[in-house]
């Protein structure tokens, strides 16, 4: 069982910078792929991104492409998500999440998730 643990979430002003911050428990950090998502009042929950084991691949969400990055430091059971350039559309609650399968967009290929952290991005 993996316990995930978000923070970092805020407000900010429209082209400003948050980094969140995933913090796993567990000794096998490592063999997990990693996926951040988010969801706003009355939408679906969407993919944001997400990155290999080894953190060395991601994939994209389009509405996010060349604005976030993601980021891990398996060593500090640990997982980023750099966002710039915020846009008010950002605004959600952002969710980390571990999966054994592979980095994929469907959040149905996770198998645990974080509790969450708000992101209000303001015009």
């Known amino acids: 069982q993996v316990q995930l643990v978000e923070s970092g979430g805020g407000l900010v002003q429209a082209g400003g910078s948050l980094r969140l911050s995933c913090v796993a428990s567990g000794r096998t950090f490592s063999s997990y792929v990693m996926g951040w998502f988010r969801q706003a009042p009355g939408k679906e929950r969407e993919f944001v991104i997400a990155?290999?084991?080894?953190?060395?691949?991601?994939i994209y969400a389009d509405s996010v492409k060349g604005r976030f990055t993601v980021s891990r430091d398996n060593a500090k059971n640990t997982v980023y998500l750099q966002m710039n350039s915020l846009k008010p559309e950002d605004t959600a609650v952002y969710y980390c999440a571990a999966g054994s399968r592979s980095y994929s967009r469907r959040k149905d290929e996770y198998d645990y998730w974080g509790q969450g952290t708000q992101v209000t991005v303001s015009s």
């Open positions: 990155t290999s084991r080894s953190g060395g691949a991601t």
